[in-house]
């Protein structure tokens, strides 16, 4: 009888040329072949049937458990191990907070990747990465560059940012406007009036006007052998009042009317007085201002008939104390306003003002 080989470890028959058993795998012994007296001889007693349905299946050959369970498991296992990379899992795990200076930048890990794992585009949201005690990773100081995110991003993240977010796409910063700095303006205080009521408001011809030199004496405020009137009136007048003297009596040695008032000023030092004047029918020396006790220091005004008009006059005061006095030598009317007296000299000539000049 020619020699049968037959599996040493199951006994199933083995077919000229196999090297492993067919039915568990068993390296089949190619020194000599078995007869089927001696496979019989050796083969192990078969058990003994148990009830019906309790026949026991064969065990599963190891090479098929190997291929059909352990490897499909060890892929699997890898497949999610790359899955999970890839995801950025495993990059944005920061350091721990107070482990570098404010401010410093963190060294960014620049993973390589498949050419088929895109970097996320700006404004993706990325899953949120956790620290080793499993809460979400501290937020990174101020200025300090977020671990994980896109590397072409470029992308900063500010203090007190979400770290686990790709940062939104840069808003275009208008340029800044250039402001021209405010233009200076002359603030510059003008200097006090020394002549108080000078405007007449209070609507009637009273102290301090009647406290010339010569006035105590005068017997009365508006005083002189003229036929002359001087009385505050309303309408036609730069305020509420103003004064109109009206002269009837034509020039003549010694013949005038006249009121003055005391004011302070500085002694020896220029001054600078100014008058809003408005004339009708006025002749020469119809009206005057006098600022010294000898009366030559006088500003006076033009003949003729004019409107209001501003006239200006600079002097040096010979006391501390002067009379600023208002003479009437000649026929006409003059309305009289505003009469203002300041340190220091007036800024144009003697006489009327140009309009809309400062005379000051």
């Known amino acids: ?74 892929a699997l296992a890898g497949s999610l191990v790359i899955v999970l990379w890839l995801t950025g899992s495993n990059d944005n795990t920061e350091e721990p907070a107070g482990s570098r200076p404010a401010g410093a930048n963190v060294q960014q890990r620049t993973p390589t990747r498949s050419s088929s794992s895109a970097a996320p585009s700006a404004g993706a ?26 590397p072409t991003s470029g992308a900063t993240a500010a203090a007190g940012s979400n770290p686990t977010q790709a940062p939104a796409a840069a808003t275009a910063t208008p340029a800044p406007t250039n402001t021209p700095p405010p233009t200076a303006t002359n603030t510059a205080v003008p200097p006090p009036n020394l002549i108080t009521g000078g405007g007449f408001e209070s609507g009637a011809l009273g102290a301090p006007w009647g406290t010339g030199i010569y006035e105590p004496n005068a017997g009365g405020i508006f005083w002189g052998s003229a036929d002359a009137t001087a009385e505050v009136v309303q309408g036609d007048t730069r305020g509420a009042y103003s004064l109109r003297i009206t002269n009837r009596t034509a020039a003549a040695p010694h013949v005038y009317r006249t009121l003055a008032r005391k004011v302070g000023v500085s002694g020896g030092q220029q001054h600078c007085f100014t008058a809003w004047v408005r004339t009708e029918n006025g002749t020469s020396g119809m009206l005057s201002f006098r600022f010294n006790d000898s009366w030559s220091q006088a500003l006076g005004i033009g003949t003729g008939s004019a409107a209001w008009r501003q006239h200006a006059y600079t002097f040096v005061a010979e006391d501390s104390n002067i009379d600023v006095r208002i003479v009437s030598e000649n026929t006409g009317i003059a309305w009289v306003d505003d009469l203002e007296l300041t340190l220091g000299a007036c800024k144009v000539s003697n006489g009327a003002v140009a309009p809309g000049a400062n005379p000051r």
């Open 1 to 74: 009888m020619s020699g049968e080989r037959f599996c040493t470890q199951c006994g199933a028959a083995a077919g000229e040329g196999l090297r492993y058993c067919t039915q568990c795998g068993n390296a089949i012994d190619q020194a000599a072949p078995v007869t089927a007296d001696e496979h019989r001889l050796a083969a192990p007693a078969s058990p003994s049937p148990g009830p019906p349905g309790t026949e026991q299946a064969s065990p599963l050959p190891w090479k098929r458990l190997l291929w059909f369970g352990v490897l499909p498991l060890a």
């Open 125 to 150: 949201t990325l899953p949120p990465a956790t620290s080793q005690a499993g809460s979400a990773s501290p937020t990174s100081p101020a200025g300090a560059t977020v671990i994980g995110a896109s």
